[in-house]
């Protein structure tokens, strides 16, 4: 029996990364062909269920072409941590825009965007926020997050383009340290975070923060229930081999700041 899938083709940027090799299979349930592509070499496409086209987001003609023949995009791709300004500029900013600008042109109704939790990463460890608290960027990288936020919203009012943005805390096998106990998201929570982004009704342009359900949290999805995410896995499992690490001076960032060491990262330029 053949089921009718909800997509005939999703884009998958960043498909060679961490969270893209993971959602690579998660996105075959949900489409009959998943365009994978990234920056770096990736192993052909499994059959014509898979497409694989290398491409530099910073490139706008070839943006433009993977986008051909799209229904929705899950734009992973970029820089995923902090690093110079001129790299995230190319990588993030640049690539989202053409990510909108590729998605305008094809009439492409929704974009999943994978945003940080670092676009709010200068907010201390005891406050509580939502998606409408104000954004405290931790750096260039969270800045460019931050932006893509922004035209999220802009291409939404402009031309009606819808995006969720997934403000993913610290998606990985298992947390690394203390502050992951409280941002930790599991893999299977990703992937009904995905799930939901990409069949949920009317979601204008939602911002959600991707978290599971760990005993201490600092964000609350209280705007984003529309979508029905209900995380199921906690860090909980991992607290005793957390704890056994050496534990951290009182003022180490990664105890202080929801972003953690990112706050304390660069400057990238000596003069
Ligand atoms: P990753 O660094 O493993 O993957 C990013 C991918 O983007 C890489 O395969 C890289 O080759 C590709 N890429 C970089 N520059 C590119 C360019 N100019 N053109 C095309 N492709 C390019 O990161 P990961 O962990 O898989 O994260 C995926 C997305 O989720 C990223 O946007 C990241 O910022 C975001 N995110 C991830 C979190 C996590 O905990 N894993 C937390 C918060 C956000
Ligand atoms: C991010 O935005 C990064 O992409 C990821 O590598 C993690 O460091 C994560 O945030 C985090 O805050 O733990």
């Not at 991992?238 to 534990?247: D, L, T």
Request: hydrophobic letters at 35%; one cysteine or more; charged letters at 25%.
């Amino acid at each position: 029996m053949t089921t009718t899938k909800p997509f005939n083709r999703i884009l998958l940027t960043g498909a060679a990364g961490g969270l893209g090799q993971i959602l690579r299979e998660t996105l075959q349930a949900h489409a009959n062909v998943v365009r994978a592509s990234d920056i770096s070499p990736m192993a052909p496409g499994a059959g014509d269920h898979e497409e694989v086209i290398e491409c530099n987001l910073a490139d706008k003609s070839g943006v433009h072409s993977l986008a051909k023949d799209v229904d929705v995009i899950v734009h992973l791709g970029g820089i995923s941590t902090e690093r110079a300004f001129e790299e995230i500029l190319d990588a993030n900013i640049r690539g989202t825009f053409h990510i909108y600008e590729a998605a305008r042109k094809h009439r492409i109704k929704r974009v999943v965007f994978a945003s940080s939790n670092h676009v709010t990463g200068f907010h201390r460890q005891d406050q509580e926020l939502d998606a409408r608290s104000e954004r405290r960027p931790d750096g260039y990288y969270a800045l460019s997050k931050s932006y893509g936020e922004d035209m999220a919203t802009f291409y939404f009012e402009r031309y009606g383009i819808e995006t969720v943005s997934l403000r993913i805390g610290s998606s990985f096998a298992e947390p690394h340290n203390r502050r992951m106990m409280s941002t930790w998201l599991s893999y299977r929570d990703l992937g009904q975070l995905m799930e939901r982004a990409l069949l949920a009704d009317d979601v204008g342009h939602t911002v959600v923060y991707g978290v599971s359900a760990n005993r201490s949290t600092w964000w609350n999805n209280r705007h984003a229930s529309h979508l029905g995410f209900i995380p199921q896995d906690s860090s909980e499992a991992f607290r005793e081999k957390i704890e056994r690490q050496p534990a951290p001076a009182a003022n180490d960032p990664d105890l202080l700041f929801q972003g953690g060491a990112f706050t304390a990262a660069g400057p990238f330029e000596n003069n």
